[in-house]
């Protein structure tokens, strides 16, 4: 080429590079692949339009893509920089699974010289982005220059990576590539318009920008609403809604407009009329366009979804805040309702406090439509998947039970009205009556009028003055009571006067001839005579009734508790043992869980069948009969005691799983939200211990209201039932509590007696002299006497007894007094070879204990026969009474001072034993009386002994009772009683030091 057309070439392309940065710079260009900036050359837009290098997007027969590089004599002019830039561009047209497969490369050189060749070639291996399949060489067409490629072509060819075909013609070339796929230059017949290639490339990367800055926006709005607090404010949750949903809005109509825009292009490049069709930029677009639908798509359900969730929550904050509105509004209805007691005095006072009273109807009649329709409201939410159904349902049964009360207190109160005007009007007419009695009495009126006004007393019921005060009496109220006692005394004495007056005139109408001097009647006294005898009858009844109506109130009391007791187990079977059996739960569930329900639960279920479809029916069948109540107790006592012991015995296992999960495990505490329990399930799964526990307390307040014979008597023995029903439960809970023991307890017997003792033993083969006494835990059996060594209490505050000693009954002699202390008796083996001195805590065990070795001793007597009675009776003189402290080899042992537990009316059965002396043993961990302590959650008393708890409010221990159960009294004077030990925990104060902290758990 000569110098001249080089600077024409030269001029032309400056131009067109201008024109082209100059679009560029308007329709911008993708370059985000090339790693290079706008200071190491020109851009991409000004490197595509002088044709260094051109990918037209024809394939080879091998359908590998197509990359030429024309022989424009300009390839020179490219910079490194440049030259990676514009390929890496052009190799990212293609799709990435032809691009995967490799390029085919053809460089025309046929104006060129031959080391331009080499050059080019050399370049291409250093720098070329791509896979290279094959490179085709066009070589110079001079006689020269082909004189030096036939040279060179035997050498260079070995020096690069790829495979190089040189090829003299274009013809050659038609054997890899189909005249379709070659541009004219080349001699085939694809009519390429590199103009119109770069008017589509620049829309291409327009609408890909446009699609990236989309994408960009979509993922910055789902992170945001993602990560977006939904707010506890209705009016902030609706805010949020509405400005996320404009955001929505306004990106759906992006994706619109760009999907707009994609077929437009895609038309575009698809025209007919355009000279040259380029196959690859058509597959780009659509791929745009798929890629663009199944964005919308996802977009649209993320949105769905995430707008279903922010509109039920808007609804369920806006319930929550509906509720707590119309509770606060009832609750104050309701405090009103208390306040109004008056009933007044007078007829008018009445009339205005039933006016005052329709008004306040009419205005609570408002808010509970109100209240009902924010119940319908929760009823809908509940309907909801997505509903917690559980705290919704808790919501609108307060607002029911809110409600009801109020319905209830407005109809008590206007009942109440109605009777005091009834009241009111029979008042006034007993003052009015009595007034024109006084008047007849003191005009001497005659038969006649006392006649009528007699008559005139049945108008406002007076037929007999008693009666007369007994039925005002019952519509009196505390305010009235002194004016009904009034109004009455006043018709009794003008009844009185006007029946004497009565008398007198019939006798004068009788014996009109003779005089008849007025004599006070001898049967004045009588009414008040019949006065002081009612008054001693109705005293009687009252009595009589009042504990009718105690008796009434235990009894509901014991039907409502136990309601309450099967309402709490269904409820953790329902919220945590069926969670926990559930297959889809298995992979959430801890490794130590699963297969573990029945350990954890024991035989909760079975508990649960029993007082729901058989102890609480029959209850309901007997509640209106105490004697029928009683009985219900006494035939299901061995029900009782098997359903429950095994359910104590398990409780050391569940506690040891527990210990393994921690409550505070995520899938418990998910079970522990959705039942809207405040404590976890250790305190739930006590229920069972504290229920047992509280039968023998609501029996003993019916036998202190019952009234004797029968009824006292059926009570008394389904009280006895059910301590013996404890007795048992804690006996097995004590000996499944023995560890060591080398014989099978299960042959020794029944349990008779179980207790704690300190113990000085000898042994004559152990010379050694033992004075202090040990602390050991006693077990009577039927065949055997075991002595255990109380060892610290666990974590869980449960005992544990290790065995040391067992005496077989066959083999021991009693001993029943021991100088120097009332408490003591001894036993020993045959010969005393092994003597046991136990110190009992009082007198009266050591009594039980006596008498029931005593019997167990003389029962194994009856058992034996002709010569081995009068041997075994040789070996066991000492069943009479002896003194050993003759024999005892030293001084008498001093008494320790111990504890001993004690039940008065208000204690629970005694649960465990006293705790060990031994120097080795860990203290008690139950903490001491007087206390501070602190409510954990809110607790509803249920019965009279009982105290209710508010979250965070302080008491004092006063007693500790047993099965988790403490007497506390609550701060501020507002009550005392029975409160769960697992709703308290100890108050920590700045005070208290390491040594106070100590003693805390010494009783």
């Known amino acids: 080429m000569s110098e001249r057309d ?174 379709s796929q070659l541009t004219p230059d080349l001699g085939g017949e694809m009519q390429y318009s590199h103009s119109e290639w770069i008017q589509q490339r620049i829309a291409l990367e327009k609408f890909s920008t446009l699609m990236k800055d989309i994408s960009v926006k979509l993922d910055n709005f789902m992170h945001e609403i993602v990560d977006c607090d939904m707010g506890n404010d209705p009016t902030q949750t609706k805010d949020l809604l509405n400005c996320q949903e404009t955001s929505y809005k306004a990106l759906k109509s992006e994706l619109s407009s760009a999907t707009s ?140 039970r809110t409600s009801s009360l109020l319905i209830e207190k407005i109809q008590k109160r206007n009942a109440l009205l109605v009777k005091a005007r009834e009241l009111m009007d029979r008042i006034d007419k007993a003052n009015d009556w009595c007034a024109t009695g006084v008047e007849i009495l003191a005009a001497e009126g005659g038969l006649a009028a006392v006649d009528k006004l007699l008559e005139d007393a049945k108008s406002f019921d007076l037929t007999a003055p008693e009666e007369f005060r007994e039925m005002l009496m019952q519509s009196a109220t505390q305010e009235t009571r002194a004016l009904v006692t009034q109004v009455s005394q006043r018709v009794e004495d003008v009844w009185l006067m006007v029946t004497v007056k009565r008398a007198t005139l019939q006798r004068a109408a009788a014996r009109p001839a003779r005089p008849v001097h007025a ?28 504990r009718r109506s105690r008796r009434g109130h235990v009894l509901a009391e014991l039907l409502q ?50 007082h729901q479809e058989i102890f609480l029916k029959d209850l309901e069948r007997s509640i209106s009969a105490t004697e029928l109540v009683a009985l219900c107790f006494v035939e299901k006592r061995e029900t009782f005691f098997r359903l429950y012991s095994y359910y104590c015995q398990n409780i050391p296992r569940s506690e040891r799983l527990r210990e393994t999960l ?21 305190a739930y799964l006590l229920k069972p211990v504290q229920r047992i526990t509280k039968y023998q307390l609501l029996l003993k307040d019916l036998l202190r209201y019952s009234e004797c014979g029968s009824m006292s008597t059926g009570i008394q023995e389904a009280l006895d039932c059910m301590l013996v029903v404890l007795k048992w439960v804690n006996d097995s809970m004590h000996q499944i509590a023995i560890t060591g023991v080398p014989v099978d307890l299960s042959q020794q017997g029944e349990l008779l007696l179980q207790s704690s003792f300190l113990v000085v033993s000898e042994n004559k083969r152990d010379l050694r002299l033992r004075l202090r006494p040990r602390r050991r835990h006693v077990f009577l059996y039927e065949k055997a006497m075991l002595f255990c060594k109380p060892a610290a209490k666990n974590s869980h505050n449960k005992a544990t007894y290790h065995f040391k000693h067992e005496l077989q009954m066959s083999q021991i002699g009693l001993t029943e007094s021991v100088k120097g202390d009332v408490r003591k008796f001894e036993v020993w083996r045959q010969g005393r070879s092994e003597v046991h001195t136990l110190t009992a805590p009082s007198a009266d065990v050591k009594r039980v204990w006596v008498e029931r070795i005593k019997r167990v001793l003389l029962d194994q007597l009856k058992e034996l026969k002709g010569e081995r009675v009068r041997q075994y009776a040789a070996n066991h003189k000492a069943l009479i009474q002896a003194n050993s402290w003759d024999s005892s080899g030293g001084p008498p042992v001093p008494p320790t001072k111990i504890r001993a537990g004690s039940c008065d009316a208000h ?51 006063l007693k500790v009772g047993c099965a988790g159960w403490w007497y506390v009294r609550i701060a501020g004077g507002q009550g005392e009683g029975w409160a769960p030990a697992a709703y308290l925990d100890q108050r920590k104060t700045s005070r208290s030091s390491s040594r106070d902290h100590g003693r805390l758990h010494d009783h």
């Open 6 to 179: 080089s600077a024409s070439v030269s001029v032309v392309a400056a131009g067109a590079c201008c024109r082209v940065r100059r679009r560029m710079q308007c329709f911008g260009f993708h370059e985000a692949e090339c790693d290079c900036g706008e200071d190491e050359g020109r851009s991409i837009g000004e490197l595509l339009l002088p044709q260094y290098a051109l990918a037209t997007g024809g394939l080879a027969r091998d359908s590998r893509p197509l990359i030429t590089f024309p022989d424009h004599n300009n390839f020179h002019s490219l910079s490194a920089p440049e030259y990676r830039r514009l390929l890496l561009y052009l190799t990212s047209i293609p799709s990435l699974l032809e691009a995967e497969m490799g390029f085919h490369l053809i460089i025309d050189r046929r104006k060129d010289r031959w080391n331009s060749v080499k050059a080019a070639l050399l370049r291409i291996s250093e720098f070329f982005p791509g896979i290279i399949h094959t490179v085709f060489v066009l070589r110079p067409a001079s006689f020269l220059q082909k004189a030096l490629s036939e040279v060179s072509n035997k050498f260079f060819k070995e020096e690069f990576r790829f495979r190089v075909v040189v090829c003299s013609a274009v013809e050659e070339l038609y054997e890899h590539f189909d005249r």
């Open 261 to 400: 825009q994609g077929e437009e292009l895609l038309t575009q490049v698809r025209k007919p009329n355009l000279t040259y069709n380029i196959i690859s930029h058509v597959a780009a677009v659509e791929r745009l366009l798929v890629q663009l639908e199944e964005t919308e798509k996802q977009f649209d359900n993320f949105w769905q979804k995430h707008s279903t969730k922010l509109n039920h929550w808007l609804k369920f904050r806006t319930f929550l805040l509906n509720f707590k509105q119309m509770q606060a509004t009832l609750d104050n209805h309701l405090k009103t309702a208390c306040d109004m007691t008056e009933v007044g005095e007078t007829v008018n006072r009445v009339e205005s406090l039933i006016q005052e009273a329709k008004d306040f109807e009419k205005l609570c009649n408002s808010d509970l439509d109100a209240a009902s329709a924010v119940i319908d409201e929760g009823e809908i939410l509940m309907k909801d998947p997505l509903s917690s159904v559980d705290h919704i349902e808790s919501k609108c049964e307060e607002l029911r």
């Open 519 to 546: 004599v006070p009647p001898n049967s004045a006294a009588l009414p008040q005579q019949m006065e002081t005898s009612g008054g001693s009858e109705s005293s009687g009844g009252e009595d009589a009734e009042a």
């Open 561 to 610: 508790t136990e309601r309450v007791y099967v309402q709490e187990l269904g409820s953790i079977l329902t919220g945590y043992k069926e969670e926990i059996e559930k297959p889809e739960n298995q992979h959430i569930l801890p490794a130590a869980l699963v297969g573990q329900a029945d350990v954890l639960f024991g035989n909760l279920h079975e508990l649960f069948t029993f």
């Open 662 to 682: 921690v409550d505070t495990h995520l899938f418990l505490q998910a079970c522990q939200t959705r039942l809207g329990h405040k404590l976890p399930l250790a």
């Open 907 to 957: 204690d629970e059965p005694c649960w465990s034993t006293d705790p060990s002396d031994d120097d080795d043993e860990e203290p008690d961990h139950t903490p001491t009386v007087g206390c501070s302590l602190v409510a954990l959650a809110e607790y509803t008393a249920v019965g009279g002994s009982e105290v209710s708890l508010r979250e965070g409010q302080h008491a004092e221990l």
